[in-house]
């Protein structure tokens, strides 16, 4: 890229293409011809909800814990998360042998804190709010010479998230529209960075839900401010953005087109969509996408659509009751 202020080039997200290659899967690039009804062109779903520990988390993950010196990895990691980070690192940690504390709050789902679990991370779940587990995660970090895994501020963690920008280049090169769940903002400028490396034409849009959308409020105020934490069904996209935040805000706010929202019964049509469609199991946070979509929610969508699927962790009581409660009316 020529923006003088990123530090993250095309060839950090190829160098960590080739460094977590092992570790990751090729996931699918989905034909949706029922979205491309509504869009008037085509549109594809990049499904990373099909990933390994079922979300694109693994990608940032295993590009930095592979970048640490043997000291780093002898010490272990520590990482803060509302989930999908946490078993990504945890995943990580243990294919390579390196101790993982994850720490989570309260509000995180208990299909996700099992998962973690089940990998063999040592979990503490401490406060209400990301927030709050946000500091005893740096609090473990000195104390134990851990390194922290950030879920999102972090070049390597950022280089990692854009390697679905290169899958989308290579799998779908008529992309000129990229729909991308945005909370910290890692994973939308990996793709922004990757997209528009290739072509600068190439409109990436976030996408997240009304309720606490901290990197549009960030970019509304034009500064880094923290915003309260609401409980909702993209549970995944809960957390401020850091007010020490180094690099996403500013990559989100040179190299994303916009940033639009969506409501909770939104998601949850999206999440049933999905399922009734394209029998794929999304969970909310990575449904936001497809929610922008079926509701219309771009300004000019593309002819040639790509919607990042983030994530399809969620607990099958959860989908049951979105699955019941569904009334089809988006079909
Ligand atoms: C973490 C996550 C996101 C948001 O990614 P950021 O890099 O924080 O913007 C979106 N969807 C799912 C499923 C996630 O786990």
Not at 136 to 153: H, K, N, S, Y
Not at 261 to 289: Q, R, T, Y
Request: proline content about 3%; glycine content about 12%.
């Amino acid at each position: 890229m020529s923006g003088s202020d990123v530090m993250i080039t095309l060839q950090d997200i190829y160098r960590a293409k080739q460094q977590i290659n092992g570790l990751i899967v090729r996931t699918p690039l989905i034909k949706s011809p029922a979205l491309g009804e509504r869009t008037g062109g085509s549109v594809y779903l990049k499904a990373d909800n099909l990933q390994q520990t079922g979300s694109f988390k693994i990608r940032g993950a295993a590009n930095k814990i592979l970048a640490l010196t043997p000291e780093e990895r002898a010490q272990g990691v520590v990482a803060v998360s509302t989930g999908n980070h946490g078993r990504a690192v945890a995943y990580v940690g243990r294919a390579l042998g390196i101790r993982a504390v994850i720490c989570i709050s309260g509000g995180v789902p208990s299909n996700k804190v099992t998962a973690i679990e089940q990998l063999g991370a040592e979990v503490i779940v401490h406060g209400d709010t990301y927030d709050d587990a946000e500091k005893l995660a740096w609090r473990l970090r000195d104390e134990q010479g851990l390194t922290m895994v950030d879920p999102f501020d972090d070049p390597f963690i950022i280089a990692g998230q854009g390697t679905v920008g290169l899958e989308l280049l290579e799998d779908f090169p008529e992309v000129d529209t990229a729909v991308v769940p945005l909370s910290g903002g890692g994973l939308v400028s990996g793709v922004a960075l990757a997209l528009k490396s290739a072509n600068p034409a190439i409109r990436v849009f976030g996408v997240s839900m009304e309720r606490g959308p901290a990197m549009l409020r960030c970019l509304e105020a034009g500064k880094l401010i923290q915003i309260a934490e609401e409980e909702t069904i993209a549970d995944a996209l809960v957390g401020n953005v850091g007010l020490k935040n180094q690099y996403t805000f500013r990559i989100v706010r040179s190299y994303v087109d916009d940033v639009v929202l969506v409501s909770e019964e939104e998601i949850a049509e999206a999440m049933a969509f999905a399922l009734a469609e394209h029998h794929l199991v999304v969970e909310g946070g990575g449904a936001v996408g497809i929610a922008a979509l079926l509701f219309d929610k771009l300004d000019k969508s593309g002819d040639n659509v790509a919607v990042v699927v983030s994530g399809g962790n969620v607990g099958l009581q959860m989908l049951l009751q979105i699955a019941g409660e569904w009334t089809s009316t988006s079909q």
